[in-house]
């Protein structure tokens, strides 16, 4: 199995804070998405990332920012976090014309 | 813009029998690859089977193949002798190229819920 390590994996929390997701990979892998999971939407995409420093948004990006400063790690940050916001979080890596391989999410309830 | 569809919200088969789940495509592009992921209810992504748009022979992993239509845009998955074990969500899934950025845009289909039936 790809080295692909999400945390933390359960997170409840309050409208209105800050949430930081981090997503680690051991593969050297250069692509890397966020993903959101919701009931009838299957996966949409937040943000990717294709090298350090270099991202773009996805599909679904409002309300969310990313970083990656090193290779292995790239971060999902919810500046203020909103209810709609509660998901399932997926972290994917991939190479070249690789399938992706992901994470095993993370469940986010905002109250 | 490309769209993955499966049009079947939920099925459910028999142990030892055969199911074929429906995936349908929509691209312009001549070049990309499909994938079919399988997410039990532990919530883990696992890929099943991917399929190269440039291969005209069907994929097959074990129990698991494809009938790919590329004409049609048509990307099915067959598993046979289904057990227990395959009760999961399945995403059919899109991957092309961006030439223009360098990067690889995947489009993910809504899911088909399979249970499979003792």
């Known amino acids: 199995d790809a080295g692909i390590t999400q945390s933390p994996r359960h997170k409840v929390t309050e409208t209105g804070t800050p949430v930081t997701l981090r997503c680690h990979q051991t593969?050297?892998?250069?692509?890397m998405y966020w993903y959101r999971q919701d009931p009838g939407h299957g996966l949409r995409l937040i943000h990717y990332s294709y090298g350090v420093k270099d991202t773009d948004k996805g599909e679904v990006s409002d309300g969310y920012s990313v970083s990656r400063s090193k290779t292995e790690d790239f971060l999902l940050t919810l500046e203020s976090a909103t209810s709609s916001q509660t998901s399932v979080y997926f972290c994917?890596?991939?190479?070249?014309?690789?399938?992706?391989?992901f994470g095993d999410g993370t469940r986010l309830s905002i109250l | 813009a490309q769209t993955v569809t499966q049009s079947q919200p939920e099925m459910s088969v028999q142990e030892a029998e055969t199911v074929t789940l429906s995936c349908t495509y929509d691209?312009?592009?001549?070049?990309?690859?499909l994938f079919w992921y399988k997410q039990p209810p532990s919530r883990q992504m696992i890929l099943v089977i991917r399929?190269?748009?440039?291969?005209?022979q069907n994929a097959t992993e074990n129990r698991f193949s494809v009938n790919f239509q590329k004409a049609a845009k048509s990307f099915s998955l067959k598993i046979s002798d289904s057990q227990l074990g395959d009760t999961a969500m399945y995403f059919c899934?899109?991957?092309?190229?961006?030439?223009?950025?360098?990067?690889?845009?995947?489009?993910f289909g809504t899911g088909t819920r399979l249970k499979v039936l003792a």
């Open positions: 691209t312009s592009e001549n070049n990309y690859y």
């Open positions: 399929q190269e748009a440039y291969k005209q």
């Open positions: 899934a899109f991957m092309k190229h961006v030439w223009t950025s360098g990067t690889y845009k995947y489009i």
């Open positions: 593969e050297n892998h250069r692509y």
């Open positions: 994917a890596i991939s190479e070249t014309n690789q399938p992706q391989h």
